[in-house]
């Protein structure tokens, strides 16, 4: 089945080591998005790509940073993660123009200890 | 940041009886979607409405649209146990990617 798969599940990382979270679809979307979601709360967009075209929120931290290699594959970098970085982190895909919603991964759930 | 608001925060219905919940917005969209979040989940679309829409169906689910008003609603009729989980209502405007409302938590009691 066409999916999006987010590796890993769980992520525990120490406060300020680097950690990478990875994403990758097999629907040959053209936009990708990463998401954040702290605990019952709305997730908020901290980035997206059109194609090749990176679009920053204007609020995401500068300690977020992304990566694109291909069409398939997007990753989230965290440079320094701290505490209140805790969160679940969300990837989700989507056509442009297409009204079908977006798809999204199952999630990882970051722990920053 | 944060487009819309839900209501209510949380929901406890008994099976079988229908659940309804709200959603506002503040900007002229192009279209409102609900996705549902199991606990500890990704978010699953469940159904989108264009802005020229004002009331879609799909299998138990109902979203109404009033653009007015700025607000839609989803109703989930004979609920289930199995529909426990957070929905939540996002919009899509202009080239932006979907804005996430604050989410209802639904407890349907067997």
């Known amino acids: 089945d066409a999916m999006v798969i987010q590796n890993p599940r769980y992520q525990v990382t120490q406060f300020g080591k680097p950690v990478t979270l990875s994403c990758s679809q097999t629907?040959?979307?053209?936009?990708m998005y990463w998401y954040q979601q702290k605990s019952s709360q709305a997730p908020k967009l901290l980035f997206h790509?059109?194609?090749?075209?990176?679009?920053n929120e204007a609020d995401t931290p500068d300690n977020f940073q992304s990566r694109r290699p291909n069409t398939s594959f997007c990753f989230l970098d965290i440079r320094s993660p701290g505490l209140g970085d805790a969160a679940m982190y969300l990837c989700a895909t989507s056509e442009t123009g297409a009204l079908y919603g977006y798809t999204f991964g199952s999630g990882t759930r970051l722990t920053v200890v | 940041s944060q487009q819309g608001e839900e209501d209510p925060q949380a929901l406890s219905i008994q099976e079988g009886e229908n659940a309804t919940m709200n959603c506002s917005y503040k900007?002229?969209?192009?279209?409102l979607q609900w996705y549902r979040q199991n606990s500890g989940r990704g978010l699953v679309h469940l159904i989108l409405i264009r802005s020229n829409e004002r009331e879609k169906h799909s299998g138990r689910l109902r979203v109404t649209l009033d653009t007015s008003k700025k607000s839609s609603s989803l109703l989930i009729t004979a609920s289930r146990a199995a529909d426990t989980a957070s929905y939540f209502c996002a919009t899509e405007a202009g080239r932006r990617a979907l804005t996430f409302g604050s989410g209802t938590r639904l407890q349907v009691q067997p």
């Open positions: 629907l040959n979307h053209n936009v």
């Open positions: 790509y059109y194609d090749k075209d990176f679009n």
């Open positions: 900007t002229s969209i192009n279209n």
